[in-house]
Each structure stands twice: as C-alpha cells, then as structure tokens.
C-alpha cells in the first residue's frame, strides 16, 4: 500500500486497475462430527500483473497460514474448526480481500455436518402363508400309477362295498331281494377286475346259493375244493369257503360241520376279526354266551379292527344283554355312535351312556356326536349335564359350548364347573341377565378369573342384577373388585366401561389415583399380523424407552403425545414403523377422571407431559406452567427436552420480570448444545441476571450472534469497567454491535484503534466518531490509504480527506490523494468530488508539491470559468509559465492564454484530443484543406501520449482553412476502435490583432473576398516588419 500511495504522491498512475478472480468463487467449509476442515483457494490476475493485498475474516474458526498475498496467482491455505456451532447449525460469512485490484469479497458457508445414521429401509414383511389350510398348489405331474395299483386300489373298494351291503341288509336297510341283486352285480365287478380273485369263486357261490341255485353253486364248491382250497394261504378265504360249503350241505339244518375247522383258524390268527364274526354266525354256544362274543369284539376292536359289522354285532349282543355295559369305553362308545346314526338308540340306552358320560376322559366330535344324540333322544338334566361334562373336559368356550351350557343351567343340571364355563363361554352380545342361580352361585363362590369377574359384573351392571336385596353385598364386592383391578393396571372394554360407571373416585389414595391416570394414558394396539410379537414406544420427551409384548393381536401401550415413535418388532426381531398397518383405540374416556388425576396427581410424568404437549408443540403459560415445572422435578426428561423445558421457563420468568427469585437448578449447564437462536435468549438472560462471567465464557465459546444488542452493550460495558476482558477479545463483538447501530464514545474508540475491514465498515466508523466529534488521525489515514490502494470509494473518502487536510496530515498521504483525483478528472474525465479544486487551489498557491496532471486539472477547470478572481489570474500565469508546459498544446489552454505571458503562442494553435490507455496505439487520421489546392492530401500520423492517457495534436489554421479528423484505436489483443468523424473550419476574424498569426488570418480573408487594396496594404506591413524582425536578428 505504501508503495502504490508513493507512486501517487510522485505522479506515477496505471491507467487500467488490476483485476482478479477467485477460484473457486464461494467456499463451503463442511465440518464431519467437528473436524477441522484444511483447505485452499487461489487469487488470480486476469493479466500479466502482479496483486498485492491483505485478507480478512470474521469467521470464527477460520485461519489462514498467511494473511497477505502478492503475484499473479496466489494460493490461500486455511484451516477452519467449527468452535462455535453445535451438530447440524450453519452459518454465513465472507472474506474480504483488500487489494490493488479493489475490495473483494468472497462468501464462505461452513457447517457442522452431523453424519446420517443411514435409515434402512424397512423390508416388509413377506406375506403371510394361512395356517391350518391347504395350500393349493399344482399337482406335479409323473409318469401315472400301474395298472397292478389302480386294480388293486379297486378291489379294495368293491371289497368294502361287499361289507357295507352286509351291515345295511342285517340292520334292514335294504330287502333280501334287493341285496341279492347287489351282490351279484358286485360279484362281476370282483370276477370283471381280477378273474383269478381267490375269495370270488366262493363268493358266486354264497350269492347263488342266495338265489337258490343249490346244483350250480354245489358244482362251483366242489370244483373250487379241488382245484384251489389247498393251495389257499388266506385263513379268511378258508373260513369263508366252509362256511359256504355248510350252507349247501345243510338242508334246513343249522349245523355247521367245518366248525372246528374255521375254530382252528381263529386259533392261529386271534386277531382276525372276520374269522370272530363267522365263529359268532357258525357256533350257537358262542351266540348264547353274549359275555364272550362282547369281549372277543372288544378285542378285535383294541387290536385295531374298525367295521361297521363289527359295531352291529356289539350292539346286538348289548341289546341282549344291558348289562354288558359298564363304561363308556372307546368301544362302546363306537357302538352307541353306530346306533345313534342309524336310529336304534332308545332311551334306556341313552340314559346308560349318559350316565357313563364321565368316563370319557377325552373330548372328541364322537363322543360329543353321541351324547346329544342321547339328549336328542331324551331331553333331560342327565343327558344335557352329559354334553356340558364333555364340553368342560374339553375346555369349550365357544358359541356352540355355551348353548348347550345355557341349557344345562336351563334345567339345572349338576355338572361341577358348570357355572364357571357359562361365564367363561358368556358372548359378547348376551344381552339380558343372568340367570338367578348363576348370580346366587358366584355371590357366595369366588372361582372366576378377572375376565369372567369383568363380564359377571357388568352383566348385573347393565341389567339392573345389583338391585335385588339378595345381591346386595355384591355391589361392595364391586368395588373391592374395581380397586383391585385398578391397582393391577388392569383394563379391557369391559372394564374401562365399568370403571366409568361404578368406580368411586372420592376413595382413592394416591396409589390408586397413579393407577387411574396410567389407565386414561392407555391405547389398545391392534394389529392382525400375527407374526409381530412386540411393540415399542419411545418420545423424545422422555428417556424411557417401553416395550409391551403383543398378546392375541393386541397390546396395551402408554401413548402421551401425538408424536409418540410407534415401533413393531416380528419374532426375529425386525423393526417395523411403517409397512406394518396397526390401530389404536382409546379404552377409557372419562373427563371427569381425568380431571380428579389433574387435581390431585403432581408427580405423574406421562400425565403431566400429556397436559403439557397432548395437543401437540405448547407454550408456557400460567396455566401449564406448574406442568413444566413437575416434569423438570421428574428426573425422567431427555437431555435435549430438558435443556428447551428449562429456557422457555426462563423466558417465562423474564417475560413476568421474576428472574431474581430463580432456583440455581434452573439454569442450564451445558448450554453450548443448545441452538444458535436458543444460546442468544439463554445469554441475555444470565446478563439480566448480572451472572456477567458467565454470560462472557458462554458467549466466547459459542460465539453466539443472535443476542440483544443493547443488552450485549450492557454486558460489554461492565466487562471493561470490571476489566475482566481486554479489548482485543471484546473487539468482535463491539463491531457487531456497530453494525446494528449500537455504540458508544469507547466502543468507536476501540473501533478506531483496530482499523481494519472493507471501506464500508472503516467509513461508518469515522462518521460515527465524526458525531461524537472524535478525531482519530489513525483512522483517516488508513482510510485515504484504503481508498487510493483500493482506487475506490473516491466521493465518499473525500470528506475525510477535508478533515485530515484541514488538520494538517502526512503531506505524502495528501498529495497522493490530490494528484489520484485530478488524474481522474484530466485524464480519465471521471466525476470528482465538489471541493476538489478548492483544495488543489490552496495547495497550488502555496506550492505544495504535486504532480503535473494536478496543475493541469486545475487550469482546464478554470478555463470553464467566465470570471476568475485576481489570486487565480496570477496562480495561472505562474502555472501557464512552467516549462514543461510550453511544449504542450491542450484545447483548453486558449481559454486561459490572456492570462499567460506570451498569450499569442497559445491562440494560434486549434488542438485536438483523444483519451484511452496510453499503452494503445493512437493513429490520427485527418485531412487539411487549404486556400488555393483543388487536391488535398489524407494524412495518417501515430501519436503519443503527451500525459498519461491523453493523445493531443496542433494544428495552425488560418481564416477559412478546414481540418476533418478521426481517431483509430488499436488494443493489444488487435481489436481496433474507431471514432466518428469532426471538421472544423477556421471562421474567426481578428479585426485588431497585431501578431503574425491576426496579420495573416487578415490576408487570407481579404485574399478570400477579393479585397486587392487592402490586401496590397498588409502585405507591404508584413514584408516591412519582417525584414525588421530578420535586421534585428542579425545585429544579435
């Protein structure tokens, strides 16, 4: 800066300022988790010449490695730590470089960059397969069975056909005829499907001997005994085959000679249950000892065998014998299915099987199938109390269970349990009282879960059964019930309508009154994904994070606020907060309850916050602001909400003027997590509070900018009369305050001593001292400087520039400045401050040095003047008599040549002039059209700059003589400029004028107008006088 002022001073300008640009043009400073950031950026020329100049910054954090820069391309390293943001803040700020090329700023974001936790994305869950059901799918498709297979699989089912025709004809479903005809159209099918069939020979036989064809199944027995019974493996065909060959030899007799033969078999296959019923159709004392038939059926049964033939012959040897039955074993109990499905059950029997209903141990659809038929049958207290043991033994409490238990209390049926599992099957929708027996029952037994308890009460509830005197004492019993309920957390639909209609709420302790407000907190989740095993509930209110599990599609969880963080967890684990669907449902709705927990409860924290934020964002008021102040007293608050909580109470307070009478837990220890916006409230208010140290550590460390100006005066100014901060460190903050108007005599003071920034900032400054009339000739000569190394602000500085002239200033500084302002005037022909001249006139005539473009300046102005005063007369014949100014010819000199010695040499000459760099190449162009030449030469001449930018060329023309000109410029680059064309023709007369240049300007108009006398007379003047001029010479 010294430097260029010094060129100033001595007159040396560059006609074209510098210029740069910055790469890049912006920084952006991002901060990962607080690191520091290192950086760089690059200041460039925009041509060969070198930039010089300083930086500056007021970001906190910032540093460069160097602070001022000269060459034609500077590199620029910073480093930057965000010292005074917190996680996620950013601000805004900029770099000014003070340079030869002009004040330049560079803006600068930086930002604390706090790293995304990347959220998965959830994954939803895979669609749920139904459990329990088929699922279709197609068939794959193979080679196909054997034909082996399918006729097996075949025979099979004519087999089975045969043994059902047999059970329909002995139980007299079909005729004898009919059946007959069956069996022979079954015999082809059998005889179609395998012709070599062992059994089928026997069994054409046993069909004709039905149809009474005796010669030919005699003719088929005999020849089937030889040719293939000895061969036979199978004991059944064997046994049959005797059977059928006795039925042909009898001839109306009813014995049976193979006998001991198909007893032999049985012998070597016990377990063959179609030998046992051939034995019972072939041996008469078998028949008549119904004892033995029973227990070898009961043996074939428990070996496995399952026929309906076998369940026929069981029923029939019961019918004979009653007292065969003893229990309701699985045997019997097929039998009486097999009689109830085909109607032969008759009462006697039925009330045996219900009255051994007890020995069923296991529920079964059979069992059940049985005893409602034995109720169907006979429609008592005994077979209903059958159905309703059954049902209880298989822990029914569906719809189907409970009719048939509404009969059984109907008719009284003494069944143990059975009240119980007519409150646990009680439907939803049973809408009447319940029966008189069963409120007498459980008024005096107390067997019912809480469920049952719930739907026992609010049936007598609803119906009015508390009103008879005999129930009475179930109304305390009510309450015991409620309060205990209560206690438990405990809540369903039910409940919360019972809690609302019967409980007493002036009875509660303060345990019971906790109890209430968790419940009025409570939502019912339901979700009918059955895969989601637990919910999650969080707030960023509080620390505590809740996890319920889900039972049944539904869980009950605490929900304050609308933004509470709903979360649904699978049995693996995964976390689901959107994809899964889910319902909330509000159980208990009682203002009146929620009113007595507002009355009475302080220390609820979910009740508390819900009053404080139910509706969602609050402001504290004096109606929630005993809320706020329980949930601070909790000790159950997240940081983050606890540190807001307490700055709105604080805010509360000052806004009621009550900060004095604040308790010490109130104020907030680590106040640097707070926002940029919050940190300013929470500093004003520890400055109102005159807690001054610790307003100024905070206000250090953050670097906050979002306080109060006049209340950040305040703490400025007690800081410097305690001295507890030097001016350096309050310096930032008094410039702040500077900008947002707010000052004082010291702070300008301090301003003043540490002059630096753009013009702007240094401007304000002085005109603020200059209205606490305070004079800091520092601070005018770093701005003169600023503004002459800068080459900017020259109107605004000029003011200054008066003051320091006025008081007498570093000359250097002084001139610099003169000679800058005039070389903008003459050469560059820029507008100038008013007072410029008045100034270069008191310097003139006191012959300050100051360069030539200062004296020329002057004259041209005043040659504008129509009248000058006696002191410019002599100042311009002193500065018109300088040599150096003889040789030169400028346009306005003819205005001021009566003023100069020798004013005839300035008269005779018409100047022209062109201004541009005076690097260029300056070409005039011009044609001279003289007095009696019919041709006239264009001529072409360069010229050079006679001071600094200014290209000037005389001309002498006389009267009627015409000059037309035009310029060219030519630039480095080879652009070229051209201006428009002028003429000028010399049309002034000189009627008294006694120099050369008058005499012949005389001549050559006489000469023009044809004036021969005349000019004859002027010529003979003009010769004399030359010739004594020439004698003159020659004496010398």
């Known amino acids: 800066m010294k430097e260029k002022i010094i060129d100033f001073s001595n007159g040396i300008f560059t006609y074209e300022q510098v210029r740069l640009r910055t ?33 500056y910054t007021e970001l906190p954090g910032l540093r460069f490695q160097k602070t001022a820069f000269f060459g034609r391309a500077s590199r620029i390293e910073y480093e930057y730590h965000p010292d005074n943001l917190i996680p996620g803040e950013n601000c805004e700020a900029e770099i000014l470089l003070v340079s030869n090329a002009g004040e330049y700023h560079i803006p ?45 699989r075949e025979l099979e089912k004519q087999t089975a056909e045969l043994f059902q025709l047999l059970e329909q004809e002995r139980r007299g479903a079909i005729s004898e005829k009919r059946a007959t005809e069956q069996y022979r159209a079954l015999t082809g099918r059998l005889a179609a499907l395998s012709p070599d069939l062992s059994f089928g020979p026997v069994l054409d036989a046993w069909v004709m001997l039905r149809e009474d064809r005796r010669e030919e199944a005699g003719w088929l027995l005999r020849k089937y005994e030889k040719t293939r019974f000895f061969q036979l493996r199978d004991s059944t065909v064997r046994a049959f085959f005797l059977y059928v060959k006795d039925l042909w030899k009898q001839n109306g007799e009813e014995e049976f000679p193979s006998l001991p033969q198909v007893q032999k078999l049985y012998q070597k296959q016990p377990d063959n249950w179609h030998l046992v019923l051939l034995l019972m159709k072939m041996d008469h004392r078998l028949m008549e000892n119904t004892r ?144 008189r027996q069963v409120i007498l029952y459980f008024d005096y037994h107390n067997t019912l879960t809480g469920k049952q308890k719930t739907a026992f009460y609010c049936n007598l509830v609803r119906y009015g059964g508390l009103e008879d005197p005999e129930t009475e004492k179930l109304g305390r019993k009510l309450q015991e019930y409620l309060l205990e309920q209560l206690k438990g957390r405990r809540i369903n639909e039910q409940l919360a309508w019972l809690y609302g209609r019967c409980l007493l709420t002036d009875t509660l302790d303060q345990e019971s009154l906790y109890a209430l407000a ?9 979700c009918t994904d059955r895969r989601i095993r637990q919910v999650e509930v969080s707030y960023s209110q509080l620390k505590q994070v809740t996890t319920v599990p889900v039972s049944g599609g539904s869980a009950l969880i605490p929900v304050y606020t609308p933004n509470a963080r709903i979360v649904l967890l699978d049995e693996q684990g995964r976390r689901y907060e959107k994809t899964v669907s889910y319902d909330l449902k509000r159980l208990l709705i009682e203002p009146k309850f929620l009113q007595v927990c507002i009355q009475k409860l302080t220390g609820h924290t979910g009740l508390n916050l819900y009053r404080l934020d139910g509706n969602g964002s609050h402001r504290l008021s004096g109606e929630n602001v005993e809320t706020a102040l329980a949930l601070l007293s909790s000790g159950e608050l997240s940081m983050d909400y606890e540190r807001q909580l307490k700055l709105e109470y604080l805010q509360y307070e000052r806004k009621h003027r009550r900060l004095e009478t604040l308790s010490e837990a109130f104020f907030i220890k680590d ?149 800058y302002v005039s070389w903008l005037d003459f050469v560059k022909e820029e507008p100038v401050p008013e007072g410029l001249f008045d100034s270069l006139e008191t310097h003139l005539i006191w012959e300050d040095h100051l360069a030539r473009v200062a004296d020329l ?80 030469d264009y001529m072409t001449e360069q010229l050079y700059p006679v001071c600094g930018g200014v290209f000037t060329r005389a001309f002498i023309l006389f009267y009627g003589e015409r000059l037309t000109w035009f310029f060219t410029e030519e630039k480095p680059d080879g652009t070229e400029v051209s201006t428009a064309c002028r003429t000028f023709e010399n049309r002034e007369e000189h009627p008294e004028g006694v120099g050369r240049y008058e005499r012949l300007c005389r001549m050559q108009k006489s000469l023009d107008y044809r004036q021969e006398r005349p000019l004859k007379r002027m010529m003979r003047e003009y010769d004399a006088l030359s010739e004594m001029v020439a004698e003159q010479f020659r004496k010398r």
């Open 518 to 526: 968790d419940l009025l907190l409570i939502r019912k989740l339901i």
């Open 23 to 55: 790469e890049p043009e912006a920084l952006y400073l991002r901060s990962e988790e607080g690191r520091t950031v290192k950086g760089s950026f690059i200041i460039n020329s925009l041509d060969e010449r070198r930039v010089k100049g300083v930086l």
């Open 292 to 435: 033995m038939s029973y227990k070898l059926l009961e043996r074939q049964f428990r070996a496995g065998a399952r026929n309906r033939l076998i369940y026929q012959a069981g029923f029939e040897l019961l019918k004979k014998d009653p007292a065969l039955f003893s229990t309701l074993d699985p045997f019997a109990l097929q039998i009486f299915a097999w009689a109830s499905a085909h109607g032969f059950l008759t009462p006697e029997m039925a009330l045996m099987a219900a009255g051994q209903a007890g020995s069923v141990r296991r529920w079964s659809l059979l069992s059940m199938k049985l005893l409602k038929a034995c109720y169907q049958t006979v429609p008592c207290r005994e077979t209903v109390g059958a159905v309703c043991a059954a049902y209880i033994r298989g822990q029914r409490t569906d719809q189907e269970a409970f009719v048939w238990y509404q009969k059984g209390v109907e008719l009284d049926a003494r069944i143990t349990n059975l009240y119980e599992y007519f409150m646990y099957a009680l439907p939803d929708d049973y809408n009447r009282l319940l029966p």
């Open 671 to 819: 106040a640097e997590k707070l926002s940029g916006k919050e940190q300013g409230v929470y500093i004003e208010i520890l400055i109102l509070l005159s807690r001054d140290r610790e307003a100024w550590d905070l206000l250090r460390r953050v670097q906050c900018h979002t306080v109060e100006p006049r209340i950040l005066m305040k703490l400025i100014l007690r800081l410097k009369e305690e001295e507890t901060a030097d001016r350096v460190e309050l310096l930032p903050w008094i410039r702040e305050l500077f900008r947002k108007g707010i000052c004082t005599e010291w702070t300008v003071s301090v301003l003043a001593e540490f002059c630096e920034g753009s013009m702007d900032d240094l401007l304000a400054v002085w005109k603020a001292a200059e209205q606490f009339e305070l004079v800091f000739p520092h601070l005018e000569e770093q701005l003169l400087g600023q503004a002459l190394f800068t080459e900017s602000r020259i109107e605004e500085v000029f003011p200054v520039f008066q003051s320091m002239d006025d008081r007498g200033g570093d000359p250097v500084l002084i001139s610099a400045f003169l000679n």
């Open 857 to 936: 300046s002057y004259l041209k102005q005043l040659s504008a003047l129509l009248l000058l005063t006696d002191s410019q007369k002599r100042l311009v014949k002193r500065l018109l008599g300088q040599p150096w100014l003889e040789r030169r010819r400028f346009s306005f000199l003819s205005s001021l040549a009566s003023y100069a010695e020798d004013p005839l040499s300035m008269k005779d000459y018409m100047t022209v002039e062109y201004r541009c760099n005076p690097e260029h190449r300056v070409v005039l162009h011009y044609v001279l059209e003289y007095h009696g030449k019919k041709n006239f």
């Open 108 to 152: 600068v974001k930086a930002e604390y960059v706090v790293p995304e936790v990347r959220e998965e994305e959830e994954i939803p869950l895979p669609k749920e397969e139904p459990s329990g059901q088929a699922v279709d799918q197609p068939c794959r498709m193979g080679g196909g069975r054997r034909e082996e297979w399918k006729t097996k």
